[in-house]
């Protein structure tokens, strides 16, 4: 076994990498960069490849152990047992993670642009043959491409939930927002057919509904907060459909995993019932989540197009 297999914070690292990008093709992989929202001065940076000015990224001079990943698909690119202070400005790493950085050498050859390998989001350069350590390599890169986990808490792995709430690519677009939230995944579930089509779904024959799967952190936000939002971003009031979208396809149901999170369930239905709501949401375990075609994935996000089928409403 490898030096890099025998790290438990790597292997931890790994079992999150393997979560985020099981089974998921090419094109999903580069969808994936819609899933989190870039400040204007990320965007700068990450998108136009910028440079964020010398000595004032929050990186610059961390040594806390752990695992920096990118700011804006969440892959792991560097160990923090890799970093090394260059007094150049910016953190400075003179390893990767085997496969995490891809590298372009600019059209005259003067300097390497590193980019992250999953998304393409440009971390900085990389350097050779400046001798500051043994393997006389440093990665530049930019604090703000960056975001930290520390290793106490690379053990704790991420949580499921699937909400149905109408159309997934409303339900998506709203749930995938939400802080804390790793990805969501718009699919069919509740039914009885394995692997079923949109059009099987369609004709109604094979009794799922349109769902979403949300893949979160649980140190940023839990079953509850993503439960209260699912009820402010459709209306669980409508007994034949969501908004436009009439049948059982399109019906609200809250899955659970454990009899806590049905007891957080039918506690949000309560207290929405007290003011006066008749909500028609049905609350049931949860069944195997298909994922849906392709082109059902990020759907508001690769077409730029606005929700017709959801408008947000406090609730709570
Ligand atoms: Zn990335």
Redesign the pocket.
């Known amino acids: 076994m490898s030096d890099l297999f025998k790290s438990k914070a790597t292997k931890a690292m790994l079992i999150v990498l393997l979560g985020l990008f099981s089974a998921q093709g090419a094109e999903e992989k580069r969808m994936e960069?819609k899933y989190r929202e870039l400040t204007s001065e990320e965007a700068r940076v990450i998108l136009k490849k910028g440079t964020e000015a010398p000595f004032t990224g929050k990186y610059e001079k961390t040594k806390e152990p752990g695992v920096y990943t990118?700011r804006?698909?969440g892959?792991a690119l560097y160990r923090a047992e890799d970093k090394f202070i260059a007094h150049c400005g910016w953190p400075a790493f003179d390893d990767e993670i085997p496969g995490a950085v891809r590298r372009n050498v600019d059209a005259d050859g003067s300097r390497t642009e590193i980019l992250?390998a999953?998304?393409g989001?440009h971390l900085g350069h990389v350097f050779k043959g400046e001798e500051l350590t043994k393997k006389n390599v440093r990665h530049c890169v930019n604090s703000i491409s960056m975001d930290f986990v520390a290793e106490k808490n690379l053990d704790i792995p991420f949580k499921r939930a699937v909400f149905a709430g109408g159309c997934f690519w409303g339900v998506e677009y709203y749930l995938q927002k939400a802080k804390g939230v790793i990805q969501a995944v718009s699919g069919y579930t509740g039914g009885t057919v394995e692997n079923p089509t949109y059009e099987e779904v369609c004709r109604k024959k094979t009794g799922h509904v349109e769902a979403v799967e949300v893949l979160y952190d649980p140190q940023q936000t839990n079953f509850e907060t993503l439960a209260r939002l699912f009820f402010e971003i459709h209306d669980p009031t409508q007994a034949n459909g969501q908004g436009p979208d009439l049948g059982e396809q399109y019906l609200s149901v809250l899955f659970y995993k454990n009899p806590e999170e049905k007891a957080v369930a039918e506690k949000l239905i309560g207290l929405l019932k007290e003011k006066g709501l008749q909500v028609v949401t049905r609350v049931e375990p949860t069944k195997t989540f298909w994922k849906a075609e392709s082109r059902h994935q990020d759907y508001y996000f690769v077409t730029g197009k606005q929700p017709y089928c959801h408008r947000p409403e406090k609730r709570f």
């Open positions: 960069k990118c804006q698909c892959a992250c999953s998304c989001g």
